[in-house]
């Protein structure tokens, strides 16, 4: 299976510290995803990373991807109450390698206690 | 805001109703998809529509039935649901073509109880 598997399961900080979530996935990819889902809504897209690329930042988001470990991770710089959240990573296969699939892992439900 | 619109927010259906999910979107995407995602778990894909035309069928039971009337519309029709079938089910939406994808845009999802 080519599905992520996030780590931790969860993770609860204080408001103001850094959440940082990994993703470890199987087989190799075109590009990396991270989402976010409020609980019971639907998910929102993040930061996207392709294959040939190290790392990302995308306001208070950090992003690396490590091709030979087959792993990202998520950094979230000074937390707040409204990053309370499940965050996912998604990944696709490289064009070419079967037919169409963006994988979900299972996702790190972060709390953040103000 | 989601630019991605689903209809209805909530359903509540017996195992021998009939009914359809809706999913509309207007920034000109031509890759169109429904997953199904049940509580604490991510979201599984159930089908994808690239031009209008189903691309991928995830192996879903026939009592789930697609369709894309046009680029911005996709429904989901809904027959002889098992309870097992109640989850939360999203719209997504993307620019790329599959088999590759970029950004998908999803809808705020229709939540689904079988009774």
């Known amino acids: 299976s080519q599905q992520g598997e996030e780590d931790p399961q969860a993770l609860s900080i204080q408001e103001g510290e850094n959440a940082t979530m990994n993703c470890s996935y199987k087989?190799?990819?075109?590009?990396l995803q991270w989402y976010r889902q409020n609980s019971g809504r639907g998910l929102v897209h993040l930061i996207l990373i392709r294959s040939n690329e190290r790392e990302k930042h995308s306001g208070r988001l950090r992003v690396t991807l490590d091709t030979s470990k087959k792993s990202s991770s998520l950094l979230i710089t000074a937390s707040r109450a409204a990053d309370t959240a499940s965050y996912f990573c998604?990944?696709?296969?490289?064009?070419?390698?079967?037919?169409?699939?963006?994988?979900f892992g299972k996702g790190t439900k972060l709390s953040v206690i103000p | 805001d989601t630019e991605v619109t689903q209809t209805p927010k909530h359903l509540v259906m017996g195992m021998t109703n009939k009914k359809s999910l809706k999913c509309e979107q207007h920034?000109?995407?031509?890759?169109m998809y429904w997953y199904k995602q049940k509580a604490k778990k991510p979201p599984e894909l159930m089908f994808v529509y690239s031009y209008e035309k189903l691309s991928i069928n995830e192996s879903v039971p026939s009592r789930f039935s697609p369709e894309c009337p046009n680029s911005s519309l996709l429904n989901l029709h809904l027959h002889a649901l098992q309870p097992e079938d109640s989850a939360l089910y999203l719209c997504?939406?993307?620019?790329?073509?599959?088999?590759?994808?970029?950004?998908?845009?999803f809808g705020e999802g229709s939540r689904l109880t079988v009774l």
């Open positions: 998604a990944t696709d296969r490289p064009p070419g390698a079967g037919s169409y699939q963006l994988t």
């Open positions: 997504a939406s993307s620019q790329g073509r599959p088999p590759t994808t970029g950004e998908l845009f």
């Open positions: 087989t190799s990819i075109n590009n």
């Open positions: 920034m000109g995407h031509r890759a």
